[in-house]
Antibody, heavy 119, light 106 residues
Framework: EVQLVESGGGLVKPGGSLKLSCAAS????????MSWVRQTPEKRLEWVAT????????YYPDSVKGRFTISRDNAKNTLYLQMSSLRSEDTAMYYC????????????WGQGTSVTVSS | DIQMTQSPSSLSASLGGKVTITCKAS??????IAWYQHKPGKGPRLLIH???TLQPGIPSRFSGSGSGRDYSFSISNLEPEDIATYYC????????FGGGTKLEIK
C-alpha cells in the first residue's frame, strides 16, 4: 500500500525557517518524481515544488523560488522541503504527492502537515 | 503561467442526480488535465487524468471530457459519499489548480 506521511509542520515567526519531511513507503520511491502542494486557509491548492526521480531537476513557482528548496534522499525514501524567509502567506497545510513523471498528474498524496507563520 | 478558471465555486444537487464542473485554461493545455476529490482531513484523491482516463477503482459515475482550453467533469447518480470539494489541475506546463468546487447534497 502506497503511504506518504508528512511531518515537521508547526508555528514559526515571519522570517523564520522550517523543514518538512515526507516518508514514503509501499512503492519504489526512487522511480517517482515528487511534489509539494499546499492548501491555503482559503482552500486554494497551490503547487510549491517538484523534484525529479533522481533529484537532479527541481522546479518552483515564482512565489517560493529562492526561499524554498525541495530535496530527496532515495536511500531513506524521504522527501524534504526546506522553507526559509517564511511569510504569513505561506501559512497552509502542506502535502507531498508522487508523480510517475513530469508529464503525469500526482496520483497519491499524504494527509498533510500544517504550517502557521505568525508572530 | 497558465491560469485555470473553475466554475461553479459551489453547487448543490440531489441524490441520484448529475453535476458538471468546468475548467477553462488560459491557453491550450493539450488535454493534460486531472480532477481530484478532496475531503477534510485527507489528501486529495485522483479521480481522472489526461482529460478522461479514470484511475483504477474509480467508478464510472465519474467522467471527464474536453480539449484545447475547455474541460468538464461530471458525476452522475450522486451518492452521499460524493460530498467533497473538487479541483482541476493542469499539468501541461508546470502545475496549476482551479479554484475548487464545493459539492453539497440537497
Amino acid at each position: 500500500e502506497v503511504q506518504l506521511v508528512e511531518s515537521g509542520g508547526g508555528l514559526v515567526k515571519p522570517g523564520g525557517s522550517l523543514k518538512l519531511s515526507c516518508a514514503a513507503s509501499g512503492f519504489t520511491f526512487s522511480s517517482y518524481a515528487m511534489s509539494w502542494v499546499r492548501q491555503t486557509p482559503e482552500k486554494r491548492l497551490e503547487w510549491v515544488a517538484t523534484i525529479s526521480s533522481g533529484g537532479s531537476y527541481t522546479y518552483y513557482p515564482d512565489s517560493v523560488k529562492g526561499r524554498f528548496t525541495i530535496s530527496r534522499d532515495n536511500a531513506k525514501n524521504t522527501l524534504y522541503l526546506q522553507m526559509s524567509s517564511l511569510r504569513s502567506e505561506d501559512t497552509a497545510m502542506y502535502y507531498c504527492a508522487r508523480r510517475k513523471g513530469l508529464r503525469d498528474a500526482m496520483d497519491y498524496w499524504g494527509q498533510g502537515t500544517s504550517v502557521t507563520v505568525s508572530s | 503561467d497558465i491560469q485555470m478558471t473553475q466554475s461553479p465555486s459551489s453547487l448543490s444537487a440531489s441524490l441520484g442526480g448529475k453535476v458538471t464542473i468546468t475548467c477553462k485554461a488560459s491557453q491550450d493545455i493539450n488535454k493534460y488535465i486531472a480532477w481530484y476529490q478532496h475531503k477534510p482531513g485527507k489528501g486529495p484523491r485522483l479521480l481522472i487524468h489526461y482529460t478522461s482516463t479514470l484511475q483504477p477503482g474509480i467508478p464510472s459515475r465519474f467522467s471527464g471530457s474536453g480539449s484545447g482550453r475547455d474541460y468538464s467533469f461530471s458525476i452522475s447518480n450522486l451518492e452521499p459519499e460524493d460530498i467533497a470539494t473538487y479541483y482541476c489541475l493542469q499539468y501541461d506546463n508546470l502545475l496549476t489548480f482551479g479554484g475548487g468546487t464545493k459539492l453539497e447534497i440537497k
